[in-house]
């Protein structure tokens, strides 16, 4: 392009909008890909093997302007809210037939993923959604009682599996705080007698116990729970693969299915390489992917989901950690429906994408196109699709037509169907050729490498079927695939080239990755100013209480600013995580001992030191709903009961404990304690639930065997409890 001209482009993204909670989607714009740790190069490394120039602030902004298409299903409005985890935006209610989105402020940089939030009305149902010529759109939302016709209500014992990024990078945005926070919710939903590791990860792994998983017992829980609440980002580098090579060469025990919940902030660059192992083990292993902070890898948080048949979900800045969890934990303590498809009466032949669909939970969407090669095919209210189960084709729900559907021919869902069908492909599992076969006796060495080679080439076909494959869809639909890719090529004249000028356009690191340009001054890769021996987010580091004070003492003068906006964070999470840093501040006097600590032993050195001067802190009750029930989510014991004393009775009901002792004085005390929290959280608490949903069905279950398996007798007491409020 010559000097002081423009170029416009325009492109087109068909995506299918993720749900990331209830009746909520979410459109994603990635602005920025952030520079990625490399294991090979121990230390950053920029995209896509590129030498990539990252500033703090670029000189251009990004401007935007989103349409959202008003939807109408039975005459009423499907869109309820439209609003930004990310930016401030403005909202255009003026047009008929669309909300304009738009930025409410002006240059805005591009350091963070610009995050749409629609709210769609609750009343959802199975049904076809969209129709155009040669593809069809469905929607299924199957409820509790279609799957109770596939679930079998045998118990399953589970092994839950915690892996934690605790690298640099973690500590940026209250990242580490968001995964205690997550941490917490999670394990004190395990039900008892399930088996459990924490898994932290950085340069190297370290894991809670030597075995591979322990039972969750009261020695186990306070060991995991103390961890947890001590957690911090000291574990330098982000190297992923070691932990899941980890998990592979452990496999789960005869018996049991085993839950992986992996939080990271996703900066890694050997993608590939960790999706591919985690696929070889999607027949044992389920994981549930939580990506944390501003740019996360969607490739990465995204793919470890879809290889294994888990979930995956984004969890921006300065969000309630607690709802996004929760909501993952309910779907990972059911078991999922995997041996699903789709039977489409539209009375003609048609390709179901994905071929194989995903695992079906309970209230959760689920989304299957079909493409169809007879584009003169009528849509009217005899057209379904029903999503059926097992070699007998059990139904477990039906989606049809709620309205005659206008027929578009902009080929939108013909491409969502292609993109699904390549995503299929990429994550699909090839035949391994690592697993040796034969003897290993001299004389049959010769055979045995023959037959090695003969399945390294069937591999190598397979791999490049696939490959083909993908490549035709993408050229077909017009849909980029890792194979292909879109060239504009521009038409001159004159084809001297003497006037054209090199220039590297830099790119603005992410919101959460400022620190890399403070951090140092010395050269490294793209001009990320790391230092010798790394960058500064991958060294050992302390925890985030002694680092803010070792810099003060050292250089006072220089870091007055800086200091200034640690305390000030520190305040922030407070607020926020009442319960965790109340806990947090109750140690500082410990941290001030542990200053010049910095072997790898620090962090349980730092611990014991702790434990030993820990004073008694009066306790203040919360002031808000959400505080309340992180509260209790707190003080659930490891058996799903509570101990509380009458003054935390009385702020929860208003009542103190021995009014209720009076009119239940059969009942024990802790049982009693345990069943009015349990009726304070489904009463008062009841838009909480994505939260509470996990301790409570677990103090069921618990308060269910205290009183001789006898439902009448719990469903009473927690009746006439609530009659006391």
Known sequence: MKRKQ????????????????????????????????SPDKNGIASPAG???????????????????????????????????????????????????????????????????????????NSTITAVESGAVMATFLPTEDDCHQALKNDDLTNEFIFIVDCSGSMQDENKIGLARQAMLLFFKSLPVNCYFNIVRFGSQYKTLFNEITAVYNEDNAQQAEQLIKQMQADLGGTELLRPIQWLKGNVPSQGRARQVFLLTDGEISNVTE?????????????????????????????????????????????????????????KALQPCITNVHAKWNLGTPVQTAPIQLPPVYVNDRLIVYALLEDKTVPFDHNSSVELQIGSDDRSIGMAKINHIPSVSSNETIARLAAKALILELQHAKLPSSNTKIGSTQARFQELQKAMETKEEDTE??????????????????????????????????????TDMILREVPIQISADDQHLQRSGSGRGFGGLGLGRGGACR?????????????????????????????????????????????????????????????DDDAFSDTITKK????????????????????????????????????????????????????????????????????????????SLQTMWHGIVQKARKCLLDLLGLDPTILHQLLENIQKQF
């Not at 290889?307 to 909501?327: A, H």
């Not at 906006?565 to 140690?587: G, I």
């Open 6 to 37: 423009y170029q416009l482009f325009k492109h087109l993204y068909f995506l299918q909008l993720n749900l990331v909670r209830n009746s909520t989607i979410q459109f994603v714009v990635p602005t920025t890909i952030a520079p990625r740790y």
């Open 460 to 497: 190598t076909s397979s791999e490049e079927t696939t490959k083909q494959r993908i490549i035709t869809l993408s050229l077909k639909y017009n849909i980029l695939s890792p194979h292909t890719a879109f060239v504009g090529i521009e038409k001159r004249t004159n084809t001297s080239n």
């Open 50 to 124: 590129t030498i990539s120039k990252y500033v703090q602030l670029s000189p251009y902004t990004i401007d935007f302007r989103c349409y959202i298409e008003k939807t109408l299903g039975s005459q009423k409005e499907q869109i309820t809210r439209v609003s930004s985890s990310s930016h401030p935006i403005e909202i255009n209610l003026v047009q008929e037939d669309a909300y304009v989105v738009t930025f409410a402020q002006q240059n805005t940089h591009l350091d963070r993923d610009i995050l749409i939030n629609i709210q769609l009305s609750d009343q959802r």
């Open 611 to 686: 434990e030993k001067i820990k004073s008694p802190i009066k306790e203040i009750w919360p002031s808000n709903d959400d505080d309340v029930v992180r509260h209790l989510i707190d003080k659930q014991k490891f058996d799903g009961l509570w101990d509380l004393d009458s003054q935390a009775v009385q702020n929860l009901t208003g009542k103190t404990l021995a009014e209720f002792l009076q009119n239940n004085s059969q009942i024990e005390q802790q049982v009693l304690i345990s069943a009015i929290v349990v009726v304070v959280l489904e009463t008062r608490f009841a």
């Open 538 to 598: 991958h060294r050992k580091i302390l925890p985030e209480g002694i680092q803010s004070r070792r810099r003060v003492t050292r250089s006072a003068t220089a870091n007055v600013s800086n200091s200034s906006l640690v305390l000030l964070e520190k305040k922030r999470r407070l607020v926020e995580e009442p319960t965790m840093n109340r806990h947090h501040v109750s140690l500082m006097s410990a941290e001030a001992s542990a200053l010049e600590e910095d």
């Open 274 to 330: 960790v999706l591919d192992l985690c696929r070889s083990m999607a027949t044992s292993t389920r994981i549930f992917s939580f990506g944390l902070g501003q740019s996360p890898s969607r490739a990465l948080v995204k793919g470890l989901a879809r290889t294994t048949n888990g979930r995956f979900v984004f969890i921006p800045p300065n969000s309630s950690v607690d709802l996004y969890v929760g909501q993952q934990l309910q």
